[in-house]
């Protein structure tokens, strides 16, 4: 049996419940004799008695800094206990490569206790391609908020569902409103334009060419924007402040699925602030004509099951691979210390 086991931690983010690793896909790493501790967690979409039936050893929440060095330890956001230093692998999304708030003070956490983050933003192939994502759902539900939001049918708090539910929301009323798609042809952007068909509305779609020279009178002449651009170096804006301003702009709602915002890599940098569960919709400009916001940072988790699901199957056979290596998590590992000086100075 390997040394190195799976630490599944639970998460700490305000609404989290979605995870990387479902009781089903457990099972199949210890049956290939990979440990798998499971942290209990009040939030998780699958209760802890799946996992404890899968065969995962099941500890306290918030253990995970006292787990065996030779454990890698398993989350979606950055671990609680912020002034804890970080001394193991880690396997999370850490958002702090490209300039993010908060993002210096999580890679000192790690020059502090010698640990390693292994960014699931960066597990990529060869090519530089991400293998595991939950973008789909993050464009799904991205663009399913924004045409309930324009349809006068969005109530928050925001409450998690499951797909049959949030799709007859979809359907149960129909409209004459166009959305417009950017980054149509990614995980997030084909997310997005499914759920803009359950839900009847004629869609736009633009990627990498239509955006090369953007034509500004065209995207404010949509109602809905869903921008889903995974942007890794900056660019032409696709809002200005200008934009807002325009009296002949149809635009009036945008739900920015990527949330950037503290980037320099931001295609919308028309706001400053996420949005959230309790207060999902923010105005950008009073208007005439209004327009609002949608920038929730953890979408998925509004679907918490299905985003789960599909994430796990896909995170699995790296998993799997984890204990010995290998040049997809060396590529991981290869950006975090290229990152990690920057942090210390």
């Given at each position: 049996?390997?040394?190195?086991?799976?630490?599944?931690?639970?998460?700490?983010?305000?609404?989290e419940?979605r995870?990387?690793?479902?009781?089903?896909?457990a099972?199949?790493?210890l049956?290939?004799?990979?440990p798998?501790?499971?942290?209990?967690?009040?939030?998780?979409?699958?209760?802890?008695?799946?996992?404890?039936?899968?065969?995962?050893?099941?500890?306290?929440?918030?253990?995970?800094?006292?787990?065996?060095?030779?454990?890698?330890?398993?989350?979606?956001?950055?671990?609680?206990?912020?002034?804890?230093?970080?001394?193991?692998?880690?396997?999370?999304?850490?958002?702090?490569?490209?300039?993010?708030?908060?993002?210096?003070?999580?890679?000192?956490?790690?020059a502090?206790?010698?640990g390693?983050?292994?960014?699931l933003?960066?597990?990529t192939?060869?090519?530089?391609?991400?293998?595991?994502?939950?973008g789909?759902?993050?464009?799904?539900?991205?663009?399913?908020?924004?045409?309930?939001?324009?349809?006068?049918?969005?109530?928050?708090?925001?409450?998690?569902l499951?797909?049959?539910?949030?799709?007859?929301?979809?359907?149960?009323?129909?409209?004459?409103a166009?959305?417009?798609?950017?980054?149509?042809?990614?995980?997030?952007g084909?997310?997005?334009?499914?759920?803009?068909?359950?839900?009847?509305?004629?869609?736009?779609?633009?990627?990498?060419e239509?955006?090369?020279?953007?034509?500004?009178a065209?995207?404010?002449?949509?109602?809905?924007?869903?921008?889903?651009?995974?942007a890794?170096?900056?660019?032409?804006?696709?809002?200005?402040?200008?934009?807002?301003?325009?009296d002949?702009?149809?635009?009036?709602?945008v739900?920015?699925?990527?949330?950037?915002?503290?980037?320099?890599?931001?295609?919308?940098?028309?706001?400053?602030?996420?949005?959230?569960?309790?207060?999902?919709v923010?105005?950008l400009?009073?208007?005439p004509?209004?327009?609002?916001?949608?920038?929730?940072?953890?979408?998925?988790?509004?679907?918490?099951?299905e985003?789960?699901?599909?994430?796990?199957?896909?995170?699995?056979?790296?998993?799997?691979?984890?204990p010995?290596?290998?040049a997809?998590?060396?590529r991981?590992?290869?950006?975090?210390?290229?990152?990690r000086?920057?942090?210390?100075?």
């Open positions: 049996m390997s040394s190195t086991g799976i630490w599944l931690r639970s998460e700490a983010a305000p609404n419940q995870t990387p690793l479902v009781p089903g896909d099972a199949k790493l049956a290939e004799g990979i798998v501790t499971v942290e209990e967690s009040a939030h998780r979409a699958f209760p802890i008695d799946d996992y404890a039936a899968a065969g995962c050893r099941v500890v306290p929440a918030d253990t995970w800094p006292d787990a065996p060095p030779t454990e890698v330890v398993l989350g979606l956001k950055e671990p609680s206990s912020a002034s804890v230093p970080l001394t193991h692998r880690h396997v999370f999304f850490g958002h702090a490569y490209k300039g993010q708030e908060g993002g210096p003070a999580l890679l000192r956490r790690f502090l206790g010698g390693t983050l292994l960014d933003e960066y597990l192939d060869e090519a530089g391609r991400r293998v595991v994502a939950f789909f759902w993050a464009g799904y539900v991205g663009a399913a908020l924004a045409v309930l939001h324009h349809r006068g049918r969005l109530t928050a708090p925001l409450r998690s499951t797909r049959p539910e949030l799709d007859a929301e979809l359907r149960a009323e129909q409209g004459a166009r959305a417009l798609v950017i980054g149509a042809l990614g995980r997030s084909r997310g997005a334009c499914e759920a803009l068909a359950v839900a009847g509305v004629p869609t736009t779609r633009w990627d990498v239509e955006t090369r020279d953007l034509d500004r065209a995207l404010l002449d949509h109602d809905l924007l869903v921008n889903t651009v995974f890794v170096e900056p660019g032409t804006p696709f809002l200005t402040t200008a934009d807002l301003e325009r002949d702009r149809t635009l009036t709602v739900s920015d699925v990527t949330c950037d915002v503290t980037s320099a890599c931001n295609r919308l940098p028309v706001y400053d602030r996420v949005t959230d569960w309790a207060e999902p923010r105005r400009h009073p208007g004509p209004r327009l609002d916001l949608i920038a929730v940072d953890n979408l998925p988790s509004l679907l918490p099951r985003s789960s699901t599909a994430f796990s199957a896909g995170l699995l056979p790296h998993l799997s691979a984890l010995h290596g290998g997809i998590w060396s991981c590992a290869e950006h975090f210390h290229h990152a000086p920057a942090a210390e100075k």
